[in-house]
């Protein structure tokens, strides 16, 4: 049977310490909803819905808590755990501070999969892939445990370059990362 659009696993990786934002950037509000709310919103069609996150640090109607596997250790560990608790198939992998991510964001990256690759990215307007807001194969997982076994943390070498696949065109503005409040208060989508 052929592949779906919305064949894959969602997660969201929240929880981490917001050290440039002051406060805890998933709960912060922009256009009445919190930032998790907004990123959750664009993954609504997935049939499986993962919030990798502390232990009853957030709660959110839909989405199946999972711990993190290494707190602390940034996006790339969120990856690992999300990978981990989403079985097999494709996984769409999100930060919480992503806000401007859309549906079609999601289905743009799911159709340009192609045999053989393992990790779908945006390009960002530089041509550069943009690793978070992506969608990763769970055949990575053992992968990622040797990266982080190894003390790497960078979520840009999660899968190969060889197996990447990027997809071209995307409103630039999905990709604006929400680091500081600066950043929220200066957010035009």
């Known amino acids: 049977m052929p592949a779906t ?24 509000l922009w256009r009445g909803r919190t930032l998790l709310q907004h990123v959750a919103a664009s993954l609504e069609p997935c049939p499986q819905r993962l ?4 232990p009853g640090r957030y709660v959110l109607g839909g989405w199946t808590p999972v711990e993190d596997t290494r707190p602390g250790e940034g996006p790339l560990a969120g990856l690992e755990a999300a990978l981990q608790a989403a079985g097999t198939g ?3 992998f999100a930060g919480v501070d992503l806000p401007g991510l859309t549906r079609t964001y999601w289905e743009t990256l ?3 999969r192609v045999p053989g690759a393992l990790s779908v990215q945006a390009q960002d307007v530089s ?3 943009q690793p978070l807001g992506a969608l990763y194969h769970t055949s990575l997982l ?3 445990r040797a990266l982080l076994d190894s003390g790497e943390r ?4 999660a899968a190969p370059e060889d197996t990447t696949v990027t997809a071209a065109g995307l409103n630039p503005a999905a990709l604006r990362n929400v680091n500081t409040p600066a950043d929220l208060a200066e957010l035009k989508l």
């Open 5 to 28: 659009l919305w064949d894959f696993t969602a997660a969201i990786t929240a929880g981490g310490r917001s050290s440039r934002f002051g406060s805890d950037k998933a709960l912060a």
């Open 110 to 112: 799911a159709a340009a």
């Open 127 to 129: 041509g550069r892939p």
């Open 51 to 54: 919030l990798v996150a502390p």
């Open 142 to 144: 053992p992968r990622l």
């Open 90 to 92: 494709w996984v769409a």
């Open 154 to 157: 960078r979520l840009r070498l």
